[in-house]
């Protein structure tokens, strides 16, 4: 081997060494970064997630009510008991005039249908309730929602290079849109649909939510394992030719 063979040899392992170099810089790099992206949403994703449940919250916190307070003291007692004394029994206080057993039999079961019918008010009826009225813009009026939010916003806003476009996208329309505009064009479809025929589904334009679900998605995507991201990724393989058998299938009824 000759000396320009040698000076060529040793010009190749220079440059090897200096491009491992600068993959590993740039993985480093890389790593750093998603690390302290991570660190961003990790500081707003509580707050974004509590405040879209918000509503539904405080309404499945709700202790029963009722004007007979003896009904509503057993019914609070039996929400806060043991399922197996729900199941097998449990000691309540009785009123005044229930005294048999077949009387403490009614009563504890009026404390058991009252209960159930609590439970589906809340978790069903409110669901839907509070899902309709989830949007901050109804939300502001109060001062720890509105405390929490502004506080969500004010991080978005000293970190915004570490969001995504869309994060960035809903923090610029937030400064256009403002939660009054917002609110009233939820207002206005309400209305149209309590008179409509069917219900209109007209998409509203609302920032203020889009912010807090992009955040709580993004921050499940940062943290998603490698395990579940590698079962996703080998789903969407395998089933390649099932969308691409249904796309030919639905294009020859086309052409039929």
Not at 41 to 69: F, M, Q, T
Not at 87 to 112: C, H, L, Q, T, W
Not at 198 to 218: F, N
Request: net charge neutral.
């Amino acid at each position: 081997m000759d000396k320009s063979e040698i000076a060529i040899s040793i010009s190749l392992g220079s440059l090897l060494v200096s491009l491992g170099g600068l993959l590993f810089t740039i993985h480093s790099s890389r790593k750093a970064s998603r690390i302290e992206r991570a660190r961003v949403y990790d500081k707003v994703y509580h707050d974004a997630s509590d405040l879209l449940v918000y509503n539904y919250k405080k309404k499945i916190e709700e202790p029963y009510r009722s004007e007979d307070k003896f009904l509503e003291k057993a019914v609070n007692e039996y929400e806060s008991s043991h399922w197996l004394e729900q199941m097998y029994g449990f000691n309540i206080d009785y009123p005044e005039g229930v005294e048999s057993e077949e009387a403490k039999r009614e009563y504890r079961r009026k404390v058991s249908d009252e209960y159930h019918k609590h439970q589906r008010e809340k978790h069903v009826d409110s669901f839907v309730e509070t899902m309709e009225n989830r949007s901050p813009v109804f939300n502001l009026d109060n001062q720890e929602f509105a405390e929490r939010f502004n506080r969500l916003v004010d991080h978005v806003t000293h970190n915004l290079s570490y969001f995504s476009a869309p994060v960035v996208e809903c923090w610029e329309k937030m400064r256009f849109l403002s939660p009054e505009k917002v609110r009233n064009e939820y207002v206005s479809l309400r209305r149209v649909n309590e008179s409509a025929c069917e219900p209109i589904e007209e998409p509203i334009e609302d920032p203020y939510l889009g912010i807090l679900l992009i955040i709580r998605h993004e921050y499940r995507e940062l943290n998603k394992p490698l395990k579940t991201k590698w079962a996703e990724f080998w789903f969407n393989l395998t089933t390649i030719r099932y969308r691409v058998r249904r796309i030919f299938n639905k294009k020859r009824q086309w052409d039929v």
